[in-house]
């Protein structure tokens, strides 16, 4: 199947509108359109369920519910895919085919086993402790396990490059999810809340079950090793780490700004800062498309320059891989300063729209104080994403790790500080966490660019290493004894 990066480079190649608008809506559906619609798809059930007029306990208890269910299904994702991209790209490399299907089984298993570890003791707390409805818990439990599933289920999905099977899986989800809300609210009255939470849980379980049988029929062979992946976890344990602490950067903050004070409780449960949280939600997407620049960057340019010098490694003239290597650099720093000038422009935009239109719709006092700081974050956040990104192709494992746990460090100790300020400066620490990180990326790039022929050309060995007992030092059996007797007349 095509790649999409032909898609968009061709769109973007003949220069016209049309084909310009074409080429973005290609490089948004590869990217944020899942997220769009889901993020429109539950706001469609505000407006159709009259959400305003529910209690405020229980929307709190509902808008915690599904927010804990979005941070934590991701973070028990986030360690696997890396690796098993890792995995995956090998094996095509090889042409071993029949061991992605059992990989992606196997490595369901594994992601189901780490929710069940994080979901049943809260959840069981949640019912214990807390008082929740056991059916409400339930069911609570059952998205997180089917989110989970569809977080996991879309890196496969990205490998047979049919980006647009995604969205339209995402779609179909979001169908099912009007009509489920629909039908349980009116036709068996249940709550809204709760007709909410059952219809999400069917999305999320048809968007599940949808990527898992196209997955098993796009990959059709399977030789059975359900665990063939695990040696690359030992080996690639960077990579998980260095996903793992992105995303938990991304809410650490949130998770500080939890223990304010005026924090607010559900059911001994679910805490949550919400003017915290409204204003990080509109600073994330104030900033998402840069997501788009960068994937369109990467598949129209960056791929090709890269593919290009490692051909020329493979048996190329010493000229060749040197022109091939500053072509390479070069656009990666245009790539770098290219996606930083287009987001700016971009989020200044809509920063504007949203200061000027916000406040219309109830969004305004504290909300609208926090968000100049965090939109300035996430700004940088997403550029630190990049510059991970051209890690990852680099294969430098440590200095992704490197910034990453130094995103995650600074974000935390300057949100502990920044509790103390006022709510202007709330953000703070989400910006300098993301600034130092990406500072940290910039200059690994840079080490990368100045030692790249050490990191290709003096890796590896001639002879395979083993691990194992040392032989024995005897090359040829000899009896001193004899050698030391004079031989007889």
Same mark, same amino acid.
């Given at each position: ?20 608008? +074409? ?13 769009? #619609? ?23 208890? +509902? ?48 992601? #189901? ?10 959840? #069981? ?47 179909? &989800? ?19 809340? =709760?007709? *909410? ?86 600073? *994330? ?29 493979? @048996? @190329? ?10 072509? *390479?650099?070069?656009?990666?720093? =245009? !790539? ?6 287009? !987001? ?23 909300? *609208? ?24 192709? +680099?294969?430098?494992?440590? &200095? ?28 703070? @620490? ?26 290709? +050309? ?30 007889? !007349?």
């Amino acid at each position: 199947m095509a790649s999409i990066g032909k898609s968009i480079k061709k769109s973007f190649e003949k220069k016209t509108i049309s084909s310009t608008l +074409f080429g973005i809506l290609i490089s948004t559906l590869t990217t944020v359109a899942p997220m769009l #619609l889901v993020m429109g798809g539950i706001l469609l059930l505000y407006i159709l369920l009259d959400y305003n007029s529910v209690i405020y306990s229980e929307r709190v208890l +509902f808008t915690c519910s599904v927010l804990y269910i979005f941070i934590f299904s991701l973070l028990c994702t986030a360690p696997f895919n890396p690796v098993l991209s890792r995995y995956i790209t090998d094996k095509i490399f090889e042409e071993q085919y029949d061991t992605i299907l059992p990989c992606y089984f196997g490595g369901l298993f594994i992601n #189901l086993i780490t929710c069940c570890i994080v979901g049943i003791p809260f959840y #069981l707390y949640s019912c214990i402790v807390g008082g929740i409805d056991p059916v409400y818990t339930l069911t609570c439990y059952i998205t997180f396990i089917a989110l989970g599933m569809t977080f996991y289920s879309m890196l496969f999905l990205s490998i047979t490059k049919d980006y647009s099977k995604i969205s339209l899986f995402f779609l179909l &989800g979001v169908i099912v999810m009007v009509g489920a809300a629909l039908f349980t609210t009116k036709i068996l009255h249940f709550s809204i809340t =709760y007709g *909410m939470l059952v219809a999400i849980c069917f999305a999320f379980m048809t968007i599940a079950i949808s990527e898992c049988a196209y997955i098993k029929g796009y990959f059709k062979t399977n030789n059975e090793s359900y665990f063939g992946f695990l040696p690359y976890f030992k080996e690639h344990w960077k990579l998980a780490v260095t996903n793992l602490l992105y995303f938990l950067g991304m809410y650490s903050h949130n998770f500080v700004f939890w223990s304010l004070p005026d924090h607010v409780t559900a059911r001994n449960t679910y805490i949550c800062y919400p003017p915290y949280d409204m204003a990080t939600c509109i600073a *994330m997407f104030t900033n998402i498309s840069a997501s788009v620049i960068l994937i369109t960057q990467i598949e129209l340019h960056f791929h090709e320059r890269y593919k290009a010098y490692s051909e020329s490694v493979i @048996g @190329g003239r010493l000229i060749d891989i040197n022109k091939a290597k500053n072509r *390479m650099f070069s656009l990666l720093s =245009y !790539q770098l300063m290219d996606v930083v000038r287009n !987001q700016f422009i971009i989020s200044v935009l809509l920063y504007l729209l949203c200061v000027v239109f916000l406040p219309r719709f109830g969004f305004a006092g504290q909300v *609208m104080e926090m968000y100049p700081c965090l939109a300035a974050g996430y700004f940088v956040i997403f550029l630190l994403y990049s510059c991970i990104i051209f890690l990852f192709y +680099f294969n430098d494992e440590a &200095g992704a790790l490197m910034t990453t746990a130094a995103f995650v460090l600074v974000t935390t100790i300057a949100s502990i500080f920044a509790k103390n300020l006022s709510s202007i400066w709330y953000g703070i @620490g989400t910006f300098l966490g993301a600034f130092t990180g990406w500072i940290i990326a910039y200059h690994r790039l840079r080490w990368v660019e100045r030692n790249l022929d050490e990191h290709i +050309f003096c890796k590896g060995s001639l002879i395979p290493a083993k691990h194992e007992n040392m032989p024995t030092s005897v090359v040829f059996p000899f009896d001193i004894t004899e050698a030391q007797e004079p031989k007889k !007349q």
